[in-house]
């Protein structure tokens, strides 16, 4: 079996920077790739997402995002609006999520997320807060 590492290092290369539309095409690229560890090397070790439906950080957050990246999830964003201020960044985007049911059928999922993004001694950028909040929950 051969593996492509050219996609693999690629993906572990990742850089958010401080042009949101670049923060929200590299978001994208990890999420869709269903790669959660390279996923969540866009976050600082103590940054609090609440993809899991519950806020988590940690060991807790990275496990929740592993899971269900393995699922197989398609993710769409659009940037609403970003602010800058000093070393944070405010994000707001609109979303669209695609998720499997334990039934195998697919479920779209539209919403809105705020994330908090700063921006760490190396000079790299990384996810903070990740607050993604449905319009509808799903049933």
């Known amino acids: 079996m051969t593996t492509d590492t050219t996609t693999e290092t690629d993906l572990y290369d990742l850089d958010l920077t401080d042009d949101p539309e670049v923060q ?4 994208l690229r990890a999420f ?3 790669d959660g560890a ?3 090397r866009l976050y600082r070790d103590d940054a609090i997402s609440n993809l899991s439906g519950k806020p988590l950080t940690g060991n807790e957050r990275t ?10 999830p398609s993710l769409d964003s659009s940037i609403k609006y970003a602010y800058t201020a000093g070393d944070t960044i405010l994000v ?3 979303f669209n999520l695609e998720i499997t049911k334990e ?3 697919r479920q779209k999922i539209h919403g809105t997320c705020t994330d908090v993004l700063r921006r760490v001694e190396n000079g790299k950028w990384m ?3 990740d ?6 929950l799903p049933v």
């Open 38 to 40: 390279a996923f969540d």
């Open 103 to 105: 039934a195998g059928e």
């Open 92 to 94: 707001v985007v609109d």
């Open 131 to 136: 607050r993604p909040v449905a319009d509808k």
């Open 24 to 27: 929200n095409a590299v978001f």
């Open 32 to 34: 869709n790739s269903g």
């Open 63 to 72: 496990e929740a995002i592993k899971q269900f990246l393995a699922t197989g």
């Open 127 to 129: 996810m903070a807060i």
